[in-house]
């Protein structure tokens, strides 16, 4: 058993049962405690979000995303989850789905220590105004992969796929 007042040891534990066990409903049970007592808990909102995504449950994915994102706006699994939930249920919100995965990925760029420079952003900026300009058309709803320990280069493909590049 976990302690209900151990956030982070109940969180791992949560996310334990999905991934290994495929366990999801458990699992939820244990992000809900973790939220009880620890509403703020960055990881649980994150992860919580994902999970109710992947189950389809588009607006309570939504308002977890949402209260992670207050939390910290610069959350990157968060930017990038909230980002791809845009795609997958709220196509009408392309752009802002590509500024989220946009933000995400410079993030992703700085943390791991990767050299932006202006020709890397302006690349970047031409690629979207390029697309921008085009007729954009939905992307595949099941060829984003998730995880927890985000590379900038998973981001940049979601990004493309977003785009349509």
């Known amino acids: 058993k976990v302690h209900p007042n151990h956030a982070d040891a109940r969180f791992r534990y949560a996310r334990f049962l999905n991934e290994a066990h495929n366990k999801p409903l458990e699992a939820e049970k244990h992000f809900q405690c973790v939220l009880a007592n620890n509403p703020g808990h960055l ?11 992947t189950r389809l ?14 939390i910290d706006s610069e959350h990157i699994p968060s930017l990038h989850g909230y ?6 249920f709220k196509p009408h919100h392309r752009l802002a789905a590509e500024d989220f995965l946009l933000r995400s990925l410079l993030l992703s760029m700085v943390s791991h220590s990767q050299p932006i420079n202006s020709a890397s952003v302006s690349r970047t900026g031409s690629a979207l105004s390029a697309n921008l300009a085009s007729s954009p ?3 595949p709803l099941n060829v984003f992969s998730y995880s927890s320990d985000l590379s900038s280069m998973t981001i940049f493909r979601d ?7």
């Not at 990881?43 to 995504?53: D, G, I, N, V």
């Open 43 to 53: 990881p649980t909102l994150w992860y919580y979000a994902h999970l109710l995504r």
């Open 57 to 70: 449950q588009d607006e309570r994915a939504e308002t977890y995303y949402q209260k992670a994102l207050q």
């Open 83 to 88: 980002a791809l939930h845009l795609i997958q």
């Open 137 to 139: 058309q939905q992307a």
């Open 159 to 165: 990004l493309c796929r977003a785009m349509n590049l």
